[in-house]
């Protein structure tokens, strides 16, 4: 059984950092890409950011280039989203998500998911 479970969300302040956790289990951690979506009320789910398996390359949304920052760590099999610089708009339900394959492909679409974890609250106040 596939598993993913966030952790790390909560509420912040404009212009500080977060740093989100996923943690992977019932499938080849190192062969499966890993996405980032979020959803706030009212809105559809988006891409934030993917990254790839075994070379660790990473995509971004417009919103999050240059701000966040995707990792992944094998021996742990836990993928990272680093947010800096948060922004009151960045105020979502996150979640990662597991891709088809290896690779992160058109990442900001739903559609390319396989599974979903739960979801972590990110909260940023002005």
């Known amino acids: 059984e596939v598993q993913l479970v966030e952790s790390g969300g909560g509420l912040v302040q404009a212009g500080e950092s977060l740093r989100l956790s996923c943690a992977a289990s019932g499938f080849l951690f190192d062969e499966i890409a890993i996405g980032w979506f979020r959803q706030a009320p009212g809105k559809e789910r988006e891409g934030v950011s993917c990254i790839g398996a075994k070379d660790g390359s990473t995509y971004y949304a417009n919103h999050a280039k240059a701000r966040f920052t995707a990792s992944r760590d094998s021996a742990k099999n836990t993928v990272y989203l680093e947010m800096n610089s948060l922004k009151p708009e960045d105020t979502a339900v996150y979640y990662c998500?597991?891709?088809?394959?290896?690779?992160?492909?058109?990442?900001?679409?739903?559609?390319?998911?396989?599974?979903w974890g739960k979801g972590t609250l990110v909260t940023v106040s002005s």
């Open positions: 998500a597991t891709l088809y394959g290896p690779y992160c492909l058109d990442y900001g679409s739903p559609e390319e998911v396989e599974y």
